[in-house]
């Protein structure tokens, strides 16, 4: 079984800034992806950005320019930084990891975080 625990939430002014980190554990062989969803009250969740596993990077267009995803492979870590944060990012942001615990392709599964809460006041 995996987990994926985040931590780096809170509550930030506009303007301010926030790190988000989620940390992966338990039976991983290899992490094809994982990155940062977010769901905003009454809203469908959204991307916000996740790395493959060769590497590269996926942002949503509106978060691009302000938010920097980041990984520790070693510690099974991903991190986003989240600059000039406005009241329209106020949701809870979930980490998302797609997981393989053996060899085989067909143990892939699909993870979620519990989520963490970010609240930018205005």
């Known amino acids: 079984q995996v987990e994926l625990v985040e931590s780096g939430g809170g509550l930030v002014q506009a303007g301010g800034s926030l790190t988000l980190s989620c940390a992966a554990s338990?039976?991983?062989?290899?992490?094809?992806?994982m990155g940062w969803y977010r769901q905003a009250p009454g809203r469908e969740r959204e991307l916000v950005a996740t790395?493959?596993?060769?590497?590269?990077?996926n942002y949503a267009d509106s978060m691009k320019s302000r938010f920097t995803i980041s990984r520790d492979n070693a510690e099974n870590t991903v991190y986003l930084q989240m600059n000039s944060l406005k009241p329209e990012d106020t949701a809870v942001y979930y980490c998302?990891?797609?997981?393989?615990?053996?060899?085989?392709?067909?143990?892939?599964?699909?993870?979620w975080g519990q989520g963490t809460q970010v609240t930018v006041s205005s």
């Open positions: 998302n990891a797609l997981i393989q615990s053996s060899v085989s392709s067909y143990s892939a599964r699909n993870y």
């Open positions: 338990g039976r991983i062989f290899s992490i094809n992806s």
């Open positions: 790395f493959t596993r060769g590497g590269s990077t």
